[in-house]
């Protein structure tokens, strides 16, 4: 089975450019989540959806910063304009909601390089 | 503010010795805590989770061992190996399906 994909796998951009990250959860899974891991601050939330609606997007840093999932099988992550501090790793995972265990799947992650 | 210290930052262990991680968090509505385990370049993989209800789960080499009224787990790995060289997150999420809070994580490394 294919596990969370993710892309691109790495990304280099120049400030003020505009950055799209895509992510496909495993199918059958109805929560999707946005993480971004940095060596400073570590592995934070970002936004999470259940059956394609956002629920929690307090860990969204600025309104530069968007997500949409416009179906089960799609979610993209958008920042505009990017800026260096925004160079990270962000990794999307998947889980299934009413599942027992609540185990969350991490994709391989995009790394971003902002200029 | 963090909600999840774990400790320590970075761990050396020998061989066949015992490694020894460990949490705490503040947040009383936390009611899975789970442990990943992260190799370089890959995303983060369950390694094994536990909830309040009980106070040790054991998974082959891996245990998990949790103080509800100290808020506390830790993560023990037994018969360390070369392969178990990664870094282990600690996390913590409340009821349904939100989001994980994580620890900023330690580098194990074990040396053969």
């Known amino acids: 089975d294919a596990g969370v994909i993710q892309s691109p796998r790495h990304e280099v951009t120049e400030m003020g450019q505009e950055v799209t990250l895509r992510c496909k959860p495993i199918s059958g899974h109805n929560s999707l989540f946005w993480y971004r891991q940095t060596m400073m601050r570590g592995l934070e939330l970002l936004i999470y959806f259940n059956n394609n609606v956002p629920i929690d997007d307090s860990g969204m840093p600025e309104d530069r910063f968007s997500a949409k999932m416009p179906n089960a099988s799609f979610s993209t992550l958008k920042i505009q304009p990017s800026e260096p501090r925004d160079s990270a790793v962000y990794f999307c995972?998947?889980?299934?909601?009413?599942?027992?265990?609540?185990?969350?799947?991490f994709g391989p992650g995009t790394r971003l390089l902002v200029l | 503010q963090q909600q999840v210290k774990q400790s320590p930052q970075s761990l050396i262990v020998q061989k066949g010795g015992i490694s020894i991680i460990n949490c705490a968090y503040e947040?009383?509505?936390?009611?899975?805590f789970p442990w990943y385990q992260q190799f370089p370049g890959k995303g983060p993989a369950l390694l094994i989770a536990i909830r309040p209800d009980v106070s040790e789960k054991k998974e082959g080499r891996f245990t998990i061992s949790f103080n509800k009224s100290a808020k506390q787990f830790s993560l023990h790995i037994m018969d360390s190996q070369p392969g178990d060289s990664a870094t282990y997150f600690c996390?913590?999420?409340?009821?349904?399906?939100?989001?994980?809070?994580f620890g900023k994580g330690t580098h194990l490394i074990i040396q053969p």
């Open positions: 947040n009383t509505a936390f009611d899975y």
């Open positions: 995972a998947s889980s299934l909601w009413g599942g027992v265990g609540k185990t969350q799947y």
């Open positions: 996390a913590a999420s409340t009821g349904g399906a939100d989001g994980l809070t």
